[in-house]
């Protein structure tokens, strides 16, 4: 079933001009250009779901009842993603499946996430979401219904999240102090956290509550995070009345535990051999000089302890009257601004105590509206402040790992503290780990979807499998040859064989030389020729259709990509090329699979075939492809009316994907031919994935860009597109798969594997690609230099003069860093336009698209079929001014979004990055973390 945006204004089909007029395809969210890394693999396209779709009348049979095809009631342990995931089969009257129906998959109660909050029915009828447990244990309970048909009864699962493992506490120190009404205790409370064998559980939560005890204590904390060593603390500031205290701590994040209870005493007054009057100067300086004035401390340092926010401070000089100290950094702990308790220990026996303020340490973060602080490395493990204010504030936070080479996941925890402490009751002691936001639309995870392992899986063979036969194995350098064939150039009506490697499992082999492709010229003009299969079926592209792809290949897609990437190398002289219409791509993809494989481009036409006049580079070892065309070719799939090679595909959709994958492949094309033919360099010089798709995916976008009458930098909104029926007819083709990847990427930023070096296959690849594009449209909007963005992108595709790739490439395009760059491009996702201040910095915007207008404007649109559910896809993190912190994982060069609140004002925050497990993050990641003020 094809999903249909219609136009806003133009409400009658009639007033359209032009077929499909008005419409807006949502059907091809894949690409039709995908070329894994391996450069002598095949360059394909895998459409992530089914390719095509200009509109069109199918009608689906209309949902009639849910069926489950998971259990009703699953189990799950702290942390773990449910397997298998909750499933539905959507069916019709007759129980027949009913395909592409938005299934709404919605928590009612219970701990954990459901990370798709829609996902679409496959060819069987089935939508599937992917159940996050979080570190709570209990019940959930989960509702899927059908929005867009309020009479299909809806379904419930049940899932129960279990303990994962055991932690064991030990009370450590603390137990049994007395202190006067309305201070805190000299020391902290502190237990020690370990497995059962005895092993530190570094980074465990403990949850702490004040059980029994006058009203009004409070603890410094709910939950404290154990350190490396296993050793957690908190204090405890007595309440104004005197009284006995009772405090419970256990372990939290969904662990069996037992619980640790220590006892404290409140008193109207403290006997003591001692007596403090005062403290100053006020406030007091972390790692500064102060002074506890009173009387009865003596003269013998040794016996004399000095505490300030239960730390020991370094005792300086003792006197009768007086003790000079240095108050402790508190680099472990991140103070905001607040008041401390300070009390001195004379052989153990403590002194009565004061509470006194004491100023914050490490980088204030002042920031007026508007204002942003990028911080990396050290820098951002380090402490930040945020100030007390009288009005109410907003700040969005990014946090994550720039690493360049990661793999997996970094585990990461943003700690919160406020200047003020938790009011320590039991309702309060919950553990206050929220899990970011995930929002991914769609099928779902590819991980967790089956039909997307079926698609990931198809995508990988073409990634990982050697060429059989006699032909190529592992890259080394290659010296370059470029001696052109003396070829004429093709003619309309010239018959013409072509070799075509590509097995049906995928595979690429260069003995693949017994049954040619035979081939009609049907289209020509200057720099392309249109060979069409004589076994294409009947029905498919009439003469016209193709001589106008042809001169639109000629007129706009060849000089656009010949521009921004360079000039193809033309190994076979013949000065054109050629683009093979055969169903034998067809032919790739198996009936009823939604993976569906289009046009594509080898890079094994490149190579030497062996014959005597080969104009082909050489291969390793000076190894030779039968199977090569020697030249410049792209292949591309035809209609099939009847579905005799595959299913069946109508010329309208095949036609449109055809047009885009024709300005994506001649891309990867000229880049491949630039590293390869004309730089001189190897196979393992042909750009990375992701970064090679990214440049293929801007080629879509300044061919529709060009074919539009619009330019870079003009922050193109929605109306803008919407409102011109042929504007909107090329947003289809060229524009709209960009923004639907990067919608995938953008509703869950931080698991996204935006630096794969093989395509990962399903939403996964969507994701890639949708943040390649982003970012090298926001690179090139902030390129510096007098270069045009033609040369920027040249310099790219080709690596510049090392044929440099990947984070390299860039690098060495721009100038700058790779944590500058992905700093400014991170934060630019969440500031766009209306999404920040005016006086927002303009580092943190989208020169060439107003992203919020265009999301916007999606998802508005009254047709949509649900497949832009969310106004803006961004997910964030919504947090108070308050103590508490959040877990999250994130890939290597991703982040984490956290928005910050504060209501009539509020007190000081304190931020800290650090690890899970507890300290500092593996010296393999490279932190960053961003604030922008937006109110």
Same mark, same amino acid.
């Given at each position: 079933?094809?999903?249909?945006?219609?136009?806003?204004?133009?409400?009658?089909?009639?007033?359209?001009?032009?077929?499909?007029?008005?419409?807006?395809?949502?059907?091809?969210?894949?690409?039709?250009?995908?070329?894994?890394?391996?450069?002598?693999?095949?360059?394909?396209?895998?459409?992530?779901?089914?390719?095509?779709?200009?509109?069109?009348?199918?009608?689906?049979?209309?949902?009639?009842?849910?069926?489950?095809?998971?259990?009703?009631?699953?189990?799950?342990?702290?942390?773990?993603?449910?397997?298998?995931?909750?499933?539905?089969?959507?069916?019709?009257?007759?129980?027949?499946?009913?395909?592409?129906?938005?299934?709404?998959?919605?928590?009612?109660?219970?701990?954990?996430?459901?990370?798709?909050?829609? !996902?679409?029915?496959?060819?069987?009828?089935?939508?599937?979401?992917?159940?996050?447990?979080?570190?709570?244990?209990?019940?959930?309970?989960?509702?899927? /219904?059908?929005?867009?048909?309020?009479?299909? +009864?809806?379904?419930?699962?049940?899932?129960?999240?279990?303990?994962?493992?055991?932690?064991?506490?030990?009370?450590?120190?603390?137990?049994?102090?007395?202190?006067?009404?309305?201070?805190?205790?000299?020391?902290?409370?502190?237990?020690?956290?370990?497995?059962?064998?005895?092993?530190?559980?570094?980074? !465990?939560?403990?949850?702490?509550?004040?059980?029994? &005890?006058?009203?009004?204590?409070?603890?410094?904390?709910?939950?404290?995070?154990?350190?490396?060593?296993?050793?957690?603390?908190?204090?405890?500031?007595?309440?104004?009345?005197?009284?006995?205290?009772?405090?419970?701590?256990?372990?939290?994040?969904?662990?069996?535990?037992?619980?640790?209870?220590?006892?404290?005493?409140?008193?109207?007054?403290?006997?003591?051999?001692?007596?403090?009057?005062?403290?100053?100067?006020?406030?007091?300086?972390?790692?500064?000089? +102060?002074?506890?004035?009173?009387?009865?401390?003596?003269?013998?340092? $040794?016996?004399?302890?000095?505490?300030?926010?239960?730390?020991?401070?370094?005792?300086?000089?003792?006197?009768?009257?007086?003790?000079? *100290?240095?108050?402790?950094?508190?680099?472990?702990?991140?103070?905001?601004?607040? $008041?401390?308790?300070?009390?001195?220990?004379?052989?153990?026996?403590?002194?009565?105590?004061?509470?006194?303020?004491?100023?914050?340490?490490?980088?204030?973060?002042?920031?007026?509206?508007?204002?942003?602080?990028?911080?990396?490395?050290?820098?951002?493990?380090?402490?930040?402040?945020?100030? +007390?204010?009288?009005?109410?504030?907003?700040?969005?936070?990014?946090?994550?790992?720039?690493?360049?080479?990661?793999?997996?996941?970094?585990?990461?925890?943003?700690?919160?503290?406020?200047?003020?402490?938790?009011?320590?009751?039991?309702?309060?002691?919950?553990?206050?780990?929220?899990?970011?936001?995930?929002?991914?639309?769609?099928?779902?995870?590819?991980?967790?979807?089956?039909?997307?392992?079926?698609?990931?899986?198809?995508?990988?063979?073409?990634?990982?499998?050697?060429?059989?036969?006699?032909?190529?194995?592992?890259?080394?350098?290659?010296?370059?040859?470029?001696?052109?064939?003396?070829?004429?150039?093709?003619?309309?009506?010239?018959?013409?064989?072509?070799?075509?490697?590509?097995?049906?499992?995928?595979?690429?082999?260069?003995?693949?030389?017994?049954?040619?492709?035979?081939?009609?010229?049907?289209?020509?003009?200057?720099?392309?020729?249109?060979?069409?299969?004589?076994?294409?079926?009947?029905?498919?592209?009439?003469?016209?259709?193709?001589?106008?792809? !042809?001169?639109?290949?000629?007129?706009?897609?060849?000089?656009?990509?010949?521009?921004? @990437? &360079?000039?193809?190398?033309?190994?076979?002289?013949?000065?054109?090329?050629?683009?093979?219409?055969?169903?034998?791509?067809? !032919?790739?993809?198996?009936?009823?699979?939604?993976?569906?494989?289009?046009?594509?481009?080898?890079?094994?036409?490149?190579?030497?075939?062996?014959?005597?006049?080969?104009?082909?580079?050489?291969?390793?070892?000076?190894?030779?492809?039968?199977?090569?065309?020697?030249?410049?070719?792209?292949?591309?799939?035809?209609? /099939?009316?009847?579905?005799?090679?595959?299913?069946?595909?109508?010329?309208?959709?095949?036609?449109?994907?055809?047009?885009?994958?024709?300005?994506?492949?001649?891309?990867?094309?000229?880049?491949?031919?630039?590293?390869?033919?004309?730089?001189?360099?190897?196979?393992?010089?042909?750009?990375?994935?992701?970064?090679?798709?990214?440049?293929?995916?801007?080629?879509?976008?300044?061919?529709?860009?060009?074919?539009?009458?619009?330019?870079?930098?003009?922050?193109?909104?929605?109306? #803008?597109?919407?409102?011109?029926?042929?504007?909107?007819?090329?947003?289809?083709?060229?524009?709209?798969?960009?923004?639907?990847?990067?919608?995938?990427?953008?509703?869950?930023?931080?698991?996204?594997?935006?630096?794969?070096?093989?395509?990962?296959?399903?939403?996964?690849?969507?994701?890639?690609?949708?943040?390649? %594009?982003?970012?090298?449209? %926001?690179?090139?909007?902030?390129?510096?230099?007098?270069?045009?963005?033609?040369?920027? *992108?040249?310099?790219?595709?080709?690596?510049?003069?090392?044929?440099?790739?990947?984070?390299?490439?860039?690098?060495?395009?721009?100038?700058? $860093? %790779?944590?500058?760059?992905?700093?400014?491009?991170?934060?630019?996702?969440?500031?766009?336009?209306?999404?920040?201040?005016?006086?927002?910095?303009?580092?943190?915007? *989208?020169?060439?698209?107003?992203?919020?207008?265009?999301?916007?404007?999606?998802?508005?649109?009254?047709?949509?079929?649900?497949?832009?559910?969310?106004?803006?896809?961004?997910?964030?993190?919504?947090?108070?001014?308050? $103590?508490?912190?959040?877990? @999250?994982?994130?890939?290597?060069?991703?982040?984490?979004?956290?928005?910050?609140?504060?209501?009539?004002?509020?007190?000081?925050?304190?931020?800290?990055?650090?690890?899970?497990? #507890?300290?500092?993050?593996?010296?393999?990641?490279?932190?960053?973390?961003?604030?922008?003020?937006?109110?």
């Amino acid at each position: 079933m094809v999903s249909i945006l219609h136009n806003r204004t133009v409400r009658d089909p009639e007033a359209a001009s032009g077929p499909g007029a008005g419409k807006l395809s949502l059907r091809r969210w894949g690409t039709c250009a995908h070329r894994p890394l391996g450069a002598l693999l095949l360059a394909g396209l895998v459409g992530v779901l089914a390719c095509g779709g200009d509109g069109g009348t199918d009608v689906a049979p209309a949902p009639a009842r849910l069926v489950r095809v998971s259990s009703a009631s699953d189990s799950v342990t702290v942390g773990a993603l449910l397997d298998p995931p909750l499933g539905v089969r959507v069916v019709g009257s007759l129980g027949d499946p009913v395909e592409g129906v938005p299934v709404r998959f919605a928590l009612v109660t219970g701990p954990g996430s459901v990370q798709t909050g829609l !996902a679409v029915s496959d060819t069987r009828g089935v939508a599937e979401a992917a159940f996050q447990s979080d570190r709570r244990l209990g019940q959930s309970l989960v509702r899927v /219904d059908i929005p867009s048909a309020s009479q299909v +009864a809806p379904l419930e699962f049940d899932v129960h999240t279990l303990a994962a493992g055991q932690v064991d506490l030990t009370a450590a120190s603390g137990d049994g102090q007395s202190a006067e009404t309305g201070t805190q205790l000299a020391l902290p409370f502190a237990v020690t956290a370990a497995t059962p064998s005895g092993t530190p559980v570094g980074g !465990a939560r403990v949850v702490w509550e004040v059980a029994d &005890g006058p009203a009004g204590a409070r603890l410094t904390a709910d939950t404290t995070f154990a350190d490396p060593q296993g050793r957690s603390e908190n204090l405890l500031t007595l309440a104004p009345d005197a009284g006995d205290y009772t405090i419970r701590s256990f372990a939290g994040g969904g662990v069996e535990t037992d619980t640790v209870t220590f006892t404290a005493r409140g008193v109207a007054s403290l006997e003591a051999a001692a007596r403090v009057d005062s403290v100053g100067p006020l406030p007091l300086q972390p790692g500064g000089d +102060a002074t506890l004035y009173g009387d009865g401390f003596g003269t013998d340092a $040794s016996v004399v302890e000095v505490r300030v926010e239960g730390a020991p401070a370094q005792i300086l000089t003792v006197e009768p009257e007086r003790i000079r *100290f240095q108050v402790p950094s508190f680099t472990d702990r991140c103070l905001p601004a607040r $008041s401390v308790g300070v009390r001195a220990l004379l052989r153990d026996q403590p002194t009565n105590g004061r509470l006194v303020p004491v100023e914050s340490s490490g980088t204030s973060l002042d920031l007026a509206r508007g204002q942003a602080e990028a911080l990396s490395g050290a820098d951002a493990l380090g402490c930040l402040q945020i100030p +007390a204010a009288d009005s109410s504030r907003e700040y969005v936070v990014v946090a994550g790992d720039a690493d360049r080479t990661a793999q997996g996941m970094t585990p990461l925890r943003l700690i919160l503290r406020a200047g003020s402490d938790t009011a320590g009751t039991a309702a309060a002691a919950a553990v206050r780990i929220r899990a970011a936001e995930s929002r991914l639309p769609g099928t779902g995870l590819d991980d967790y979807s089956r039909t997307l392992r079926i698609q990931a899986a198809a995508r990988e063979e073409l990634a990982r499998r050697r060429i059989s036969g006699g032909g190529l194995t592992s890259p080394t350098r290659a010296a370059a040859s470029v001696s052109p064939s003396a070829a004429v150039a093709p003619s309309r009506g010239d018959t013409m064989s072509f070799h075509f490697a590509v097995q049906q499992d995928l595979t690429v082999s260069c003995d693949a030389t017994q049954d040619p492709v035979r081939t009609v010229v049907r289209a020509v003009a200057e720099h392309v020729a249109l060979a069409v299969d004589v076994d294409a079926p009947a029905g498919g592209f009439d003469e016209a259709t193709l001589q106008g792809l !042809a001169d639109e290949f000629d007129q706009v897609i060849y000089p656009t990509d010949r521009s921004y @990437f &360079g000039d193809p190398a033309d190994l076979d002289g013949n000065g054109r090329v050629l683009l093979v219409l055969t169903p034998r791509v067809n !032919a790739l993809t198996p009936r009823g699979s939604t993976a569906i494989v289009g046009g594509f481009f080898l890079p094994i036409d490149l190579v030497d075939s062996g014959d005597a006049a080969g104009s082909g580079v050489q291969g390793p070892d000076g190894q030779t492809c039968p199977a090569s065309n020697e030249g410049e070719l792209l292949y591309l799939p035809v209609p /099939d009316p009847q579905g005799v090679y595959s299913d069946a595909q109508r010329v309208d959709q095949v036609l449109r994907p055809d047009r885009n994958a024709m300005a994506h492949e001649l891309q990867h094309l000229i880049s491949t031919e630039q590293r390869l033919v004309l730089g001189g360099g190897d196979f393992g010089s042909v750009e990375e994935v992701w970064l090679g798709e990214g440049l293929s995916h801007i080629a879509e976008e300044v061919v529709g860009l060009g074919e539009m009458s619009l330019g870079q930098g003009q922050d193109l909104g929605w109306d #803008g597109i919407v409102n011109d029926p042929a504007r909107l007819r090329l947003f289809n083709t060229f524009e709209l798969d960009n923004f639907a990847r990067l919608f995938f990427f953008m509703a869950q930023p931080g698991q996204a594997p935006v630096l794969s070096t093989t395509d990962p296959g399903g939403v996964r690849s969507l994701q890639m690609r949708g943040f390649a %594009w982003a970012l090298l449209r %926001w690179v090139a909007d902030h390129r510096t230099g007098t270069s045009s963005e033609e040369a920027f *992108f040249r310099d790219l595709a080709r690596g510049g003069p090392d044929l440099s790739r990947g984070i390299a490439n860039i690098e060495q395009a721009t100038g700058e $860093s %790779w944590d500058d760059l992905l700093s400014g491009f991170t934060l630019s996702l969440a500031a766009d336009d209306d999404r920040a201040p005016p006086s927002t910095d303009a580092r943190y915007q *989208f020169p060439s698209w107003n992203l919020p207008d265009i999301f916007q404007g999606l998802h508005d649109n009254p047709s949509s079929g649900g497949r832009f559910p969310l106004a803006y896809p961004l997910a964030i993190t919504s947090l108070q001014f308050e $103590s508490a912190a959040v877990d @999250f994982d994130t890939r290597a060069s991703t982040a984490a979004y956290f928005r910050l609140r504060s209501s009539t004002g509020g007190p000081p925050l304190a931020l800290q990055l650090a690890s899970q497990s #507890g300290g500092a993050p593996p010296t393999s990641t490279s932190p960053h973390v961003l604030v922008l003020r937006v109110q």
